[in-house]
């Protein structure tokens, strides 16, 4: 692993608590739910082979396990690791980087990438984590990959009072730098414009694209409302909205997770083939 790498491991080891986070905030219970269903929507029927890649402590792999499909769970994170495997349903987790899978050619019908977009601030970095999910899924099947949105950060800290000139200063930098600042208290992470994650899944070999918002445009209305008298009732009005708006091009930016899906073409093989400008050769 390289320094960032080790300091992601450090992050998520010692000083922040993954497997608690999906059941805390409004935005994060909006995450959770509208990620399973789109996962319902967009994986083929159990008992599918799914890989997990970024799988963090297992929850969306021990959904997937007890809906019938066949999972495999691969993390940066050996803590992670251990407890996918301890959780109910037990998850067949395995230390890995997304960068390089221990994982054979088209041995997957599906594959997701639901974290290590956004912990990998090189582009050629994340185009190669694509190739490689790419890689271990067959023709046909799906990589469904999530990132940041830019704009998440700022709306975040606007809904929740917390927007001070720092900030502002951070939001008009992630106007045309995504790259986050660590010192505002997440670990090294990249934030993502909706075409900018296009372009990166287009460049790996991903075809027939297109990306959803997860939390829909109103979860920052349900941060706001959150110690509020109405905080169930915008929560709702928000999950409603989110599915509504899932893939409207003009709101899928004010998510705070994007969602990109793409099938793995039949023919890899293309002359000056995808991966080129990542530094990558396919052929």
Request: proline share 6%; aromatic share 6%.
């Amino acid at each position: 692993m390289d320094d960032q790498s080790d300091e992601i491991v450090a992050y998520y080891t010692d000083r922040y608590r993954e497997d608690l986070r999906l059941a805390a905030r409004p935005q994060a219970r909006l995450e959770r739910t509208r990620t399973l269903e789109l996962l319902r929507a967009y994986l083929p029927a159990p008992p599918a082979r799914i890989l997990d890649v970024g799988g963090g402590p297992g929850e969306y792999a021990r959904a997937l396990v007890s809906l019938g499909y066949q999972v495999r769970l691969l993390d940066l994170v050996p803590a992670h690791v251990a407890q996918a495997r301890a959780g109910h349903p037990t998850v067949d987790a395995e230390v890995a980087d997304a960068r390089a899978l221990p994982e054979d050619d088209d041995s997957y019908d599906a594959t997701l990438l639901l974290g290590p977009l956004y912990h990998l601030p090189q582009r050629a970095d994340r185009c190669r984590a694509l190739a490689e999910a790419l890689r271990v899924t067959r023709p046909g099947g799906r990589v469904l990959a999530a990132a940041i949105s830019r704009f998440a950060g700022p709306l975040d800290f606007a809904a929740t009072g917390r927007l001070d000139d720092r900030m502002v200063e951070e939001a008009a930098m992630l106007r045309t730098d995504g790259r986050n600042d660590a010192r505002l208290g997440f670990t090294h992470a990249y934030f993502h414009r909706v075409e900018e994650l296009l372009d990166e899944c287009r460049t790996a070999g991903l075809a027939e694209l297109a990306v959803d918002g997860i939390e829909g445009p109103a979860w920052i209305a349900a941060e706001a409302a959150a110690h509020g008298p109405m905080a169930e009732t915008v929560y709702t009005a928000a999950l409603r909205l989110a599915r509504v708006y899932r893939g409207e091009a003009a709101l899928v930016a004010a998510s705070a997770h994007l969602l990109a899906r793409g099938t793995v073409p039949d023919r890899r093989r293309t002359p000056g083939g995808a991966g080129r400008t990542c530094g990558l050769d396919l052929r």
